[in-house]
């Protein structure tokens, strides 16, 4: 049996607490259109993972995936990224009536960025 590589566990995690988030910051926030947060992940995600091609050029850097084998610790630190997002959709049902856009922008960025890690580490494998 093979095994499930875990950038890619990392980033369907990610998926799932994006979701809460934005059902959560949908029902909790305010009276706006009910696809808003949808779409503002969807789009700085998108916007996210199309623009990463040409950053490390830029910017002079080697990228790698979040979860190495050399270092097994990494996936206890990355799995920081869900558990910040699922405190993030925890914010809504506190304050009802605020708009948590932000939130779901970093949350999106977040997402970016492990599936670009997961889509890494299958291009190596």
Same mark, same amino acid.
């Given at each position: 049996?093979?095994?499930?590589?875990?950038?890619?566990?990392?980033?369907?995690?990610?998926? /799932?607490?994006?979701? *809460?988030?934005?059902?959560?910051?949908?029902?909790? %926030? #305010?009276?706006?259109? @009910?696809?808003?947060?949808? =779409?503002?992940?969807?789009?700085?995600?998108?916007?996210?993972?199309? /623009?990463?091609?040409? *950053?490390?050029?830029?910017?002079?850097?080697?990228? %790698? #995936?979040?979860?190495? @084998?050399?270092?097994?610790? =990494?996936?206890?630190?990355?799995?920081?990224?869900?558990?910040?997002?699922?405190?993030?959709?925890?914010?809504?049902?506190?304050?009802?009536?605020?708009?948590?856009?932000?939130?779901?922008?970093?949350?999106?960025?977040?997402?970016?960025?492990?599936?670009?890690?997961?889509?890494?580490?299958?291009?190596?494998?």
């Amino acid at each position: 049996m093979k095994r499930i590589d875990p950038n890619v566990l990392l980033a369907v995690s990610t998926l /799932l607490s994006l979701a *809460v988030l934005v059902m959560s910051a949908t029902v909790f %926030g #305010p009276a706006d259109p @009910p696809w808003r947060y949808v =779409a503002t992940a969807a789009v700085v995600t998108v916007a996210f993972l199309a /623009l990463q091609p040409f *950053v490390p050029r830029f910017m002079k850097m080697n990228k %790698g #995936p979040l979860i190495i @084998p050399e270092a097994p610790g =990494a996936a206890v630190w990355a799995a920081i990224y869900p558990g910040l997002i699922m405190l993030a959709a925890i914010l809504p049902p506190l304050f009802p009536g605020v708009s948590f856009g932000l939130a779901v922008v970093i949350g999106g960025v977040i997402l970016g960025s492990t599936i670009e890690s997961a889509i890494m580490s299958i291009r190596r494998a």
